[in-house]
């Protein structure tokens, strides 16, 4: 039987706060065995640990660039403090989410430009300190980010995933070429998305892996448009368990059945975080 393996899930959103263990038993119903839970603050590191071991679940710990703000000065030892707390959890899989975001104007101007370039670069330094994987925040920030990785890899490969991937051809094999995969969601079944389907149909299979980004980035068939719900129409959640199904729009771009594309994007997460390996075995 094909199971799913959900590389970036917020289950500690507050939208799911009432209700996490039923949204959890919904994807488990889909048969998606495995969800990778990544913090965005330090205030969220127990919470994604604990639900990690409640759902039999993984989760990475880091200080997503959109919360640079509100970081304190002492956030990234704090980090440093936690990865050594957990260095021998097997449930602890990366350093993340961490990255650059040149989308919103506030973070692409001084100060905080500069602010979330060096959370960026220092958690990459810890990620190699800790012997973690990365799992990347990308968001018109690709050329930065592949700077970071490798200034600090020095030559060395990196494992990890370029989250929610939608750069260029180029940009996306130069993260293959550093050793990251690439994350595809809910965005790909846009039909107007016409870079990032003709990524995900392109892009050599074992460079994809799944994600929801739940509750974040719904599929088509959650989106309202904003007359629609000004009309009344509900805004539909996104769920983990929502991956079979944009799986099998991934699959019907590729031209593969359901089965092969769970085994290749299975195999390919347990490539980009190694200890999930020993997770799904057990």
């Given at each position: 039987m094909r199971f799913w393996i959900d590389t970036h899930c917020h289950l500690d959103a507050a939208e799911f706060s009432p209700d996490v263990q039923m949204v959890r038993a919904r994807a488990a119903a889909e048969n998606v065995a495995h969800?990778?839970?990544?913090?965005?603050?330090?205030?969220?590191?127990?919470?994604?640990r604990t639900l990690a071991h409640e759902f039999g679940d993984s989760y990475a710990l880091g200080i997503h660039p959109l919360y640079v703000k509100q970081a304190q000065d002492d956030d990234l030892a704090r980090l440093d403090a936690a990865l050594t707390a957990q260095?021998?959890?097997?449930?602890?899989?990366a350093v993340g989410e961490i990255g650059l975001d040149y989308f919103v104007p506030e973070l692409l101007a001084s100060p905080l430009r500069e602010r979330q370039e060096f959370f960026y670069v220092e958690q990459l330094k810890l990620a190699r300190q800790h012997g973690l994987p990365v799992i990347l925040h990308?968001?018109?920030?690709?050329?930065?980010?592949?700077?970071?990785?490798?200034?600090?890899?020095?030559?060395?490969?990196?494992?990890?995933?370029?989250?929610?991937?939608?750069?260029?051809?180029?940009?996306a094999q130069a993260f293959i070429t550093f050793g990251l995969k690439l994350g595809f969601g809910g965005a790909l079944t846009y039909e107007r998305a016409e870079n990032l389907r003709r990524l995900a149909t392109t892009l050599p299979l074992e460079a994809i892996v799944l994600e929801?980004?739940?509750?974040?980035?719904?599929?088509?068939?959650?989106?309202?448009?904003?007359?629609?719900?000004?009309?009344?129409?509900?805004?539909?959640?996104?769920?983990?368990?929502?991956?079979?199904?944009?799986?099998?729009?991934?699959?019907?771009?590729?031209?593969?059945?359901?089965?092969?594309?769970?085994?290749a994007t299975t195999r390919n997460a347990m490539a980009a975080l190694p200890r999930l390996q020993a997770l799904l075995a057990s």
């Amino acid at each position: 039987m094909r199971f799913w393996i959900d590389t970036h899930c917020h289950l500690d959103a507050a939208e799911f706060s009432p209700d996490v263990q039923m949204v959890r038993a919904r994807a488990a119903a889909e048969n998606v065995a495995h969800c990778v839970l990544p913090a965005v603050q330090v205030k969220d590191f127990e919470r994604v640990r604990t639900l990690a071991h409640e759902f039999g679940d993984s989760y990475a710990l880091g200080i997503h660039p959109l919360y640079v703000k509100q970081a304190q000065d002492d956030d990234l030892a704090r980090l440093d403090a936690a990865l050594t707390a957990q260095r021998d959890e097997p449930r602890l899989v990366a350093v993340g989410e961490i990255g650059l975001d040149y989308f919103v104007p506030e973070l692409l101007a001084s100060p905080l430009r500069e602010r979330q370039e060096f959370f960026y670069v220092e958690q990459l330094k810890l990620a190699r300190q800790h012997g973690l994987p990365v799992i990347l925040h990308v968001r018109r920030s690709a050329d930065m980010l592949l700077k970071g990785l490798r200034a600090i890899g020095n030559g060395t490969p990196w494992q990890g995933i370029a989250h929610a991937f939608n750069g260029s051809a180029q940009q996306a094999q130069a993260f293959i070429t550093f050793g990251l995969k690439l994350g595809f969601g809910g965005a790909l079944t846009y039909e107007r998305a016409e870079n990032l389907r003709r990524l995900a149909t392109t892009l050599p299979l074992e460079a994809i892996v799944l994600e929801t980004d739940a509750p974040d980035m719904p599929p088509h068939w959650l989106y309202q448009t904003a007359e629609a719900r000004a009309a009344g129409a509900p805004q539909g959640r996104n769920e983990p368990g929502e991956l079979p199904r944009i799986a099998q729009v991934l699959a019907g771009l590729r031209g593969l059945d359901a089965e092969t594309l769970a085994v290749a994007t299975t195999r390919n997460a347990m490539a980009a975080l190694p200890r999930l390996q020993a997770l799904l075995a057990s």
